[in-house]
């Protein structure tokens, strides 16, 4: 029998990525990446600090989460303990852009009360879906570190 470790120092490629913690998380972390980054595209963007700082963080990680994922789907890491933590290192930094991309869309948020109620919708629900996201990134993160310790 295989013990736990023997199966978590590997790193999948190919259609594995969509059986194996992490990995499964790619397509949740573009889901509500995407639905952030499409919400807050769709709203006035104002004042534009804050809110081009959240465009950036969506736009940003959902690209190298996409490519990310290609990489890792491709086989590009040859089952390398460096993936393993660049793979921890990428997705503890998407998790700490998402907080702060997040806190600060609530505040713009909380701020446009007395706005138009439908753009106030879709802020609240950009928020929800940052915040899910920036959960998403900080659990591949906490899975990412186990596995890269494994090696």
Sequence with gaps: MAS???????????????????DILYLPELVFGGLVW??????LVDPANPQGWVMFV???CFTMTFIWM???ALGVHRNS???AAADFAYHGMAAFFYLSASVALAKVTLDKKSGLLFN???DISAVVFSYVATLLYF???IFSAIRWKSF
Excluded: E, K, Q
Aim: proline share 5%.
């Design 139 to 141: 659990i591949h993160t």
């Design 38 to 43: 499409i919400l807050v595209a769709c709203t």
């Design 4 to 22: 736990t470790t023997d199966t978590m120092g590997n790193l999948p490629s190919g259609f594995g990525i969509c059986t194996t913690i992490p």
């Design 81 to 83: 303990g460096g993936w």
């Design 70 to 72: 290609c990489m890792f």
């Design 58 to 60: 969506s736009v940003f």
């Design 120 to 122: 106030y919708r879709l």
